[in-house]
């Protein structure tokens, strides 16, 4: 598998979360080696995680995503999906963000 093909698999695991008002999970990437990091959270944050994508090849893609508490005193909202992709083709780097069903 190349970068582009797992990058067009995480867009579409995107999109289902988008869809859905889901956390973001990684999807299954073929013949890669993967390391995930829960990360210490930080200000709003209710989960910090990085996903580590290494291909035989050397190529790679990271994946820094967080899910954020949107909520105030008195008001209900959802929760906010942010996930920035970077990889070793800067041209396929790309962030995004929605809400999370509550």
Not at 78 to 96: A, G, N, Q, Y
Request: aromatic letters at 8%; one cysteine or more; proline letters at 5%.
């Amino acid at each position: 598998m190349k970068v582009q093909e797992a990058i067009q698999i995480i867009k579409e695991q995107i999109l289902q979360c988008e869809r859905d008002g889901e956390m973001f999970d990684l999807p299954k990437i073929e013949n890669t080696k993967v390391e995930i990091n829960d990360l210490p959270n930080e200000g709003a944050d209710l989960l910090h995680r990085e996903y580590k994508i290494n291909f035989p090849d050397g190529e790679y893609i990271h994946i820094d995503y967080h899910s954020k508490d949107k909520c105030r005193t008195f008001q209900i909202n959802p929760d906010r999906s942010v996930i920035l992709v970077k990889c070793s083709l800067p041209e396929l780097d790309f962030t995004c963000s929605w809400d999370e069903k509550y």
